[in-house]
């Protein structure tokens, strides 16, 4: 499968814990997007991501939220001390190149539950 | 007032009808314009880009009007797949960032 890799799909924290979410860009792509999906609500826009750079985080909550894309290995949304309200569906995007008529291509999506 | 609004329906049609979704968006500096489709929640799914002279893809027709800020999705001959929800998204409202914005989505539901 050549497309966008999330994983893990399903992920459940106790509040307090840390949640890591992990995205593998399509072949050949190298800018990722991180968007989070409230319950009935539309994606918003966190993330904008290349190699080894944040390009755009202004969507990105200021306190325990935290993105990186390595020159090795997937790009990772790292949120700490999760609350209940960071239950959402985060889906993760790429592009080959970061001009805005490029269509993002997205991943399945990590569906995160805070119990 | 939203950054890209659409009417959230739902829409319910039978097979083999046209339907025709409306978008507005506000900063009429938005330099890029797509349809994806979402169904139940799973990952948006890229429909078609929208172009200023209109474009077709089979069934599916997008037109953009710039002047108006305004963004439309025709479909024609309506099938049960098509059911779905249909997201107008829109690219640089925010002066060349490359972020989606996202409506909150038409509701499509095709029936027998």
């Known amino acids: 499968n050549a497309g966008v890799m999330q994983n893990p799909r399903h992920l459940v924290r106790r509040r307090g814990q840390e949640a890591r979410l992990r995205c593998s860009p399509m072949?050949?792509?190298?800018?990722v997007y991180w968007y989070r999906q409230l319950p009935e609500e539309g994606l918003k826009f966190m993330v904008y991501?290349?190699?080894?750079?944040?390009?755009?985080e202004s969507g990105m909550p200021k306190e325990r939220f935290s993105a990186e894309f390595p020159k090795e290995g997937p790009s990772i949304l790292r949120i700490q001390q999760v609350v209940r309200g960071d239950s959402a569906a985060y889906f993760c995007?790429?592009?080959?190149?970061?001009?805005?008529?490029?269509?993002?291509?997205f991943g399945d999506g990590t569906r995160l539950s805070i119990l | 007032r939203k950054e890209v609004e659409q009417d959230p329906g739902p829409f319910n049609v039978p097979e083999g009808a046209t339907v025709a979704f409306n978008c507005t968006y506000s900063?009429?500096?938005?330099?890029?314009f797509f349809w994806y489709r979402q169904d139940c929640r799973k990952e948006p799914k890229l429909l078609m880009s929208?172009?200023?002279s209109g474009n077709e893809d089979g069934r599916f027709t997008a037109q953009l009007n710039r002047a108006s800020q305004y963004i439309s999705l025709l479909i024609r001959d309506s099938k049960l797949s098509d059911s779905a929800t249909y997201l107008c998204?829109?690219?640089?409202?925010?002066?060349?960032?490359?972020?989606?914005?996202f409506g909150t989505g038409t509701q499509l539901k095709v029936e027998l």
């Open positions: 995007a790429s592009s080959r190149q970061g001009s805005s008529n490029q269509p993002q291509h």
């Open positions: 072949k050949g792509h190298s800018h």
């Open positions: 991501l290349q190699k080894e750079n944040i390009i755009d």
């Open positions: 900063n009429s500096a938005s330099q890029s």
């Open positions: 929208v172009y200023s």
């Open positions: 998204v829109v690219n640089g409202l925010t002066g060349g960032g490359n972020k989606l914005t």
